[in-house]
């Protein structure tokens, strides 16, 4: 079992920056692939980055690309999101989320994960 906690939400102006956090409990955390989701009001939850268990490998969604850094430490159990130059339509709830067992180039699919944080909360204004 896999219990995961997002913290590091707030309220920032476009143009700066939020670092995101995801703690994890659960021995078999290391072996899991993590992402992170998006989900704005009115819109469907989408997918932000992506972290494979090693975190040799990070993958991102074209809209965060350049902005957006993933990370890992494994020892820690924890998974961090690094956002730069945050812009309005970056305003989300932020999950966090693992997948054991998969493909990584299903990365991106919610399906493929199974295990949900409750969310944090990213405001973007001005």
């Known amino acids: 079992q896999v219990q995961l906690v997002e913290s590091g939400g707030g309220l920032v102006q476009p143009g700066g920056s939020l670092r995101l956090s995801c703690a994890a409990s659960?021995?078999?955390?290391?072996?899991?692939?993590v992402g992170w989701f998006r989900q704005a009001p009115g819109k469907e939850r989408e997918f932000v980055a992506a972290?494979?268990?090693?975190?040799?490998?990070?993958y991102y969604a074209d809209s965060v690309e350049g902005r957006f850094t993933i990370s890992r430490v494994n020892a820690e159990n924890t998974v961090s999101l690094q956002m730069n130059s945050l812009k309005t339509e970056d305003t989300a709830n932020y999950y966090c989320?693992?997948?054991?067992?998969?493909?990584?180039?299903?990365?991106?699919?919610?399906?493929?994960?199974?295990?949900w944080g409750q969310g944090t909360q990213v405001t973007v204004s001005s």
């Open positions: 972290i494979i268990w090693s975190g040799s490998n990070t």
């Open positions: 989320a693992a997948k054991y067992g998969g493909k990584w180039s299903e990365k991106e699919k919610l399906q493929e994960y199974k295990y």
């Open positions: 659960g021995r078999t955390f290391s072996m899991h692939d």
